[in-house]
């Protein structure tokens, strides 16, 4: 049976509620579930505790739920390009959990592996590991972390079909692929949706069975964080 729902915010339907977890895929801005963070936007729901590698721009991203209100935790490893972030953060309006990229990569993957905990050396001695449980591997100090399992997941696909089996497009690959195994429900949007069997099953990174409902992506101006270019150099001039 499909899938594939009408618009983001059918997708949504019945799944957001204030106070939840919702785990975002992207990083920074690229690969993010543009349309469907418009839809939370517009859900009006607050209170959420957002997991993510960071909350967009100022405008862009997950930052448009800062600049509503509508977070009150955010678990991410980078917020460095949201000013409005760092501003609520400093002002103690904004609960933030640092958590270093490779570990919060990790939580995910474990929650979405049904693994409630995993050691790792990432942080330990650093203010990362303080309140946690240490553990001595082979002489070596280890810090106990704990996955991460979302309410909700959103992610975004290039292409997927209409069993919920996803195929990403380079660096859009991310954190979606561990974000769409760790939500009790996950939704997805996808630039190209096929029926069922258009896809090589070699090439697919997420399977159906972590996706229960799936949206087309809108064709949205693909936003960068930082655009850096240099001068063009005159073709040198022939004898």
Not at 9 to 28: C, H, I, P, R, S
Not at 60 to 80: C, F, M, P
Not at 220 to 239: C, G, H, L, M, N
């Amino acid at each position: 049976m499909t899938k594939l729902e009408n618009s983001a915010a059918e997708a949504l339907a019945g799944t957001l509620k204030d106070g939840m977890t919702l785990a975002v895929g992207g990083f920074g801005l690229s690969g993010i579930p543009a349309d469907l963070i418009d839809a939370v936007r517009d859900s009006g729901i607050r209170e959420l505790t957002v997991v993510s590698n960071n909350m967009g721009v100022d405008g862009k991203g997950l930052g448009i739920l800062i600049e509503a209100g509508q977070v009150r935790k955010v678990i991410a490893s980078y917020v460095g390009e949201n000013k409005l972030f760092a501003e609520q953060y400093l002002a103690g309006k904004l609960e933030v959990e640092f958590t270093p990229q490779g570990t919060l990569a990790e939580r995910l993957r474990a929650g979405g592996a049904g693994i409630p905990a995993f050691y790792t050396k990432t942080g330990v001695g650093t203010l990362v590991a303080e309140g946690k449980p240490l553990e001595v591997f082979d002489g070596e100090t280890y810090v106990r972390e704990r996955a991460i399992t979302a309410d909700v997941a959103l992610v975004h696909a290039h292409t997927a079909d209409t069993d919920g089996n996803l195929v990403y497009r380079y660096t859009a690959r991310n954190f979606n692929p561990v974000v769409a195994t760790a939500g009790r429900l996950t939704i997805a949007e996808a630039e190209v949706i096929v029926a069922p069997g258009d896809l090589d099953p070699n090439h697919i990174v997420t399977p159906g069975v972590f996706i229960q409902r799936l949206v087309q992506a809108s064709n949205r101006t693909k936003d960068i964080e930082q655009r850096t270019v240099r001068p063009r150099t005159a073709a040198p001039v022939s004898a």
